[in-house]
């Protein structure tokens, strides 16, 4: 090989090095294998009723975003304290609010949510409905592709 393939191959090979090494750097530990399983399916239950924060459209336990992580870690904390599952979602509703919760509860502050689809689906049907009956009250003749009459033809200069 020439010296200039040797550079070639030796910067390619650096570059390979540097992109593995770099993305082994940034990855994460695992969490360690919890010793009462019990308590691990109590929090994965929990978990899935409570919203991620950072990701809005997951659960935390779905999510895995560091603030998720630690919210898990808070729920297993809790449940070794004893605390029962509807008060750690007491808990987490009083220091995030309902947005925390995956199905937020039916409340003055949360009834758009929980109404809001069905009255857009009711208008929605209605407007198609009133659309479709002005549409059959129409002559036909609305709907064909309008054509010139003779008269409305404009006239240009005539060549004989």
């Known amino acids: 090989m020439t010296p200039t393939l040797h550079r070639v191959v030796a910067a390619w090979l650096a570059a390979l090095f540097l992109v593995f090494g770099l993305s082994a750097a940034s990855a994460k530990e695992a969490e360690p294998a919890v ?5 691990e399916a109590r929090m994965l239950k929990i978990a899935t009723e409570l919203r991620c ?15 998720a992580v630690d919210l898990r870690q808070q729920v297993r904390e809790l449940l070794q304290k004893g605390m ?3 008060q750690i979602a007491q808990y987490m509703t009083d220091r995030y609010g309902d947005f925390v919760l995956y199905r937020p509860p039916f409340n003055r502050l949360t009834a758009l949510l929980w ?3 069905g009255v ?6 209605a407007v198609l409905v009133l659309v479709l009956r002005r ?3 129409m002559p036909q003749d609305r709907f ?3 054509e010139p009459e003779a008269d409305e033809v404009p006239q240009g200069p005539r060549v004989s």
């Open 120 to 125: 857009l689906l009711v208008a929605g049907l």
């Open 53 to 67: 924060l950072v990701c809005q459209n997951q659960t935390i336990a779905d999510s895995h975003a560091d603030l």
């Open 144 to 146: 064909d592709a309008e």
């Open 115 to 117: 109404v809001g689809p």
């Open 35 to 39: 010793a009462d399983p019990v308590l």
């Open 135 to 137: 549409r059959s009250r």
């Open 84 to 86: 029962t599952d509807k």
